[in-house]
């Protein structure tokens, strides 16, 4: 079964410096991995995604994910936190292996960004 | 990108009611979902809506409680039947756009229930 694992709860990080947002997967064949952004009250958006090819995907408003597939792991990226980065995201995953199934998400991780 | 509009963006609901949340998407999609988003929770996926045929529901989750129907590639409904408190929750559809390989999401439906 597909899975994925977001272990930080909150996130917090000072306006100006890095910023990273944990993710781990577990699927039984090759994943196709997602990051969400929800901001209040509203939907989730699409920041980025991984398929094959280069392990460093840039996405949506400078940010980044590093997919390691010998840790499981996607974690999202971004070099310069802005205030306005302080949202909810998600992390998800598919499993290739088993055609158009829905996408398995993470349980979120809210990142507080402090001027 | 596909365009997900969903309808009522919010409601107040009074306990034993039902109410039907529709979704209509601005391209045919083959692929339309169901989640649902309790309060300080992920995304949890209620039913694959296909159209043409009966939803497929995930564990947890019936066809009595949640009937939806897909009449056309295009619009889906979703209604929670016989509602109480604990249905109070973020109700979002989604559309699997196969050629990018992505999941596009409305922007929910807030049901709170009194």
């Known amino acids: 079964a597909q899975s994925v694992a977001q272990p930080e709860d909150q996130v917090n990080v000072a306006e100006g410096n890095p910023l990273t947002v944990k993710c781990t997967y577990s699927v039984s064949g090759n994943p196709y991995l997602f990051w969400y952004v929800q901001y209040p009250n509203r939907g989730l958006q699409f920041l980025l995604k991984y398929i094959t090819g280069d392990n460093l995907v840039k996405g949506s408003y400078g940010f980044e994910a590093e997919f390691n597939k010998s840790q499981t792991s996607f974690h999202l990226k971004k070099p310069s936190a802005l205030v306005s980065d302080s949202a909810l995201y998600f992390c998800a995953v598919r499993d290739l292996q088993r055609g158009n199934t829905p996408l398995v998400f993470g349980k979120g991780t809210r990142l507080s960004v402090i001027a | 990108s596909a365009v997900i509009s969903q309808k009522p963006s919010r409601d107040i609901c009074q306990r034993g009611t039902s109410l039907t949340i529709q979704c209509q998407v601005d391209s045919q999609v083959t692929m339309m979902f169901w989640y649902r988003q309790q309060p300080g929770q992920s995304l949890t996926l209620i039913a694959t809506?296909?159209?043409?045929?009966?939803?497929?529901?995930e564990s947890g989750f019936v066809i009595d409680k949640f009937p939806i129907s897909r009449p056309n590639l295009t619009f889906s409904t979703l209604t929670v039947s016989n509602m109480s408190p604990e249905d109070s929750s973020i109700y979002l559809c989604?559309?699997?756009?196969?050629?990018?390989?992505?999941?596009?999401f409305g922007e929910g439906s807030r049901l709170t229930v009194l």
């Open positions: 809506a296909n159209q043409g045929s009966e939803a497929t529901y």
């Open positions: 989604s559309v699997l756009q196969a050629s990018v390989g992505e999941l596009f």
